[in-house]
């Protein structure tokens, strides 16, 4: 017998290809009404207006009363509540009546002032309300204020999503004009093939699974069309003419995979010349995205001049080789990054190589040519429906990303305290010191100690806080001496602002006496007990007051 040498069928491009398959598809198939509940995913055959408009009523926008504006501002009786699903009922004068986010003005109500902006009080006769001056119109939905009436919300031809399904329950259309879903008979042909549910492998028969079937099937399915799944097809004239003819008779359109090479048993061009994809599972793949899912979706009734997929500019996460006879379709998996779409291969791309397809997102219009396209260059995307761009542009949920170290960060180093208890005092609870003591309140015990966490070493501290309530008494007077002793230099600004603000929190700490100055390098201060654990504020100063009184310091 004679091999087949050279195809008499004259090469064509992609582009000639799909104006080729479109020019086939004159439009979409008939019409038919579904249940609302069976429209997700299928495509609109006719405007949808709005019959009358919404809301219908006045609504409020908020919790609140509803009002007659020209009655002003005053104390009203309140005696019933408006709630959404209620019917209206009239208003009257020199009353208010609450109403809750959704229910129709009371007639004789202009207005709704919210419930935060009122006072209430209950009477023995009802509730009293105290009711700002308000505005005619404020707070309220006026009809057909979200939708005027005969407004078009929905075009023909657009794609039924579930936010498209709401807006067709809101417009109380129970039932939905759609157009026909396409019947898509799909086969393999091949006497190599085995059925994924059919027998082992007989490898050294050179058998291998069909993987186009279910992944025609499966595309077809996403689409939103119905597959036919007719099987396997031997290499038979006569068997393949058999199930091409009963495909013909049960489906809108026939795609078959395989038989349409060179082969001397490829008998589908024999045949017919319908959309007969390629045998290797991913030009299978590659095709049908390019030449039978445009015109199925046309089919579906998505307008003729709609283009499938978003073409957009991409750049390459690493360099792709060219193919020196033709273009190259190369799956890739794109992603957001740095406000820009990157493009990453999927790796190896031979057509018989299935898994250059997993989680594929776009097709890379890669130009016939010799060498490579560097990694940066920017190429053209077609994006494929489904699987978005990874991550998406400032995505939510936000996906975890691992952790960046915090930018380093200058901050003043916390001063060293030492706080000094003197008498019963409990203690700050929003001081942490490094050193703590406790003294009875004696002269010469609080001198001991401030001198010593003051000495001119690296063990003094920056701040010396003394707690202790010392008022005008004898044995107070002495504590206050010996301390003043231990300065080297006295801070009056700062003993006057100490008080001023331990006055805003307790009178009695007029009472006490201040201290505040400096020994070497060290402040010094006294913080009354009165103020408790209000003295936060009053903390929180002395850090800045230290690094004041060292600048000052000669």
Not at 82 to 92: C, D, F, N, V
Not at 220 to 246: F, M, N, Q, W, Y
Not at 311 to 335: F, G, K, N, T
Request: proline share 7%; hydrophobic share 40%.
């Amino acid at each position: 017998m004679m091999y087949p040498g050279k195809s008499p069928y004259t090469m064509l491009s992609v582009e000639d290809c799909v104006e080729m398959v479109a020019s086939q598809v004159k439009g979409a198939l008939g019409q038919e009404e579904v249940p609302l509940g069976q429209a997700l995913g299928r495509i609109l055959a006719q405007d949808a207006i709005a019959e009358v408009p919404i809301p219908a009523f006045p609504a409020s926008i908020m919790d609140g009363f509803a009002v007659r504006s020209a009655e002003g501002r005053g104390a009203f009786l309140c005696p019933a509540a408006a709630t959404a699903g209620e019917r209206r009922r009239p208003l009257e004068e020199g009353h208010v009546r609450y109403i809750t986010t959704g229910a129709p003005l009371p007639e004789g109500a202009d207005a709704v002032v919210k419930v935060e902006d009122t006072v209430q009080s209950v009477r023995s006769d009802g509730l009293e309300v105290q009711i700002p001056a308000s505005k005619p119109g404020a707070n309220i939905r006026q009809v057909g204020s979200d939708t005027a009436q005969g407004e078009r919300l929905l075009t023909k031809g657009c794609r039924l999503g579930a936010a498209e399904l709401g807006i067709l329950a809101a417009l109380g259309m129970r039932r939905v004009q759609v157009y026909q879903e396409p019947k898509v008979a799909v086969l393999s042909t091949g006497d190599e093939l085995v059925d994924v549910d059919g027998d082992d492998l007989d490898e050294t028969r050179g058998q291998i699974r069909d993987c186009n079937r279910p992944l025609l099937c499966a595309m077809v399915k996403e689409l939103g069309a119905t597959p036919l799944d007719l099987g396997l097809v031997k290499d038979d004239l006569a068997i393949v003419r058999s199930a091409l003819s009963h495909a013909f008779n049960s489906a809108d359109v026939v795609i078959t995979s395989g038989g349409v090479s060179r082969g001397s048993k490829d008998y589908i061009k024999e045949v017919l010349t319908e959309l007969g994809l390629p045998g290797n599972p991913v030009s299978c793949f590659v095709t049908f995205k390019l030449l039978a899912a445009p015109a199925i979706e046309k089919l579906r009734g998505r307008p003729l001049d709609c283009p499938t997929y978003a073409r957009v500019d991409a750049m390459l996460a690493s360099a792709v080789q060219m193919d020196p006879d033709r273009p190259e379709y190369h799956r890739a998996r794109a992603r957001w990054e740095s406000g820009g779409i990157v493009a990453e291969s999927t790796g190896f791309q031979r057509s018989s190589r299935i898994a250059s397809i997993a989680e594929a997102n776009c097709l890379l219009e890669i130009p016939s040519g010799s060498g490579v396209i560097p990694q940066g260059q920017v190429v053209k995307a077609l994006l494929l429906p489904g699987e978005g761009l990874r991550p998406e542009p400032e995505g939510f949920p936000r996906k975890a990303r691992k952790a960046e170290p915090a930018p380093k960060v200058d901050r003043p180093q916390e001063p060293k305290t030492g706080l000094l208890v003197l008498g019963d005092a409990e203690g700050l609870r929003n001081l942490r010191p490094q050193l703590l003591e406790r003294r009875p309140k004696e002269a010469n015990a609080a001198k001991e100690v401030v001198e010593r966490w003051c000495r001119q070493d690296a063990d003094a501290c920056d701040l010396v806080v003394v707690l202790a309530n010392l008022g005008l008494g004898s044995a107070d007077a002495e504590v206050l001496a010996a301390l003043r002793s231990c300065l080297d230099k006295s801070c009056a600004n700062l003993e006057e602002l100490l008080l001023r603000r331990q006055l805003q929190q307790s009178p009695l700490a007029m009472l006490h006496q201040s201290v505040a100055g400096v020994r070497s390098q060290t402040l010094v201060v006294t913080v009354s007990t009165f103020c408790g654990d209000a003295l936060t504020d009053i903390l929180a100063l002395l850090p800045q007051a230290l690094s004041s009184v060292r600048s000052d310091a000669p």
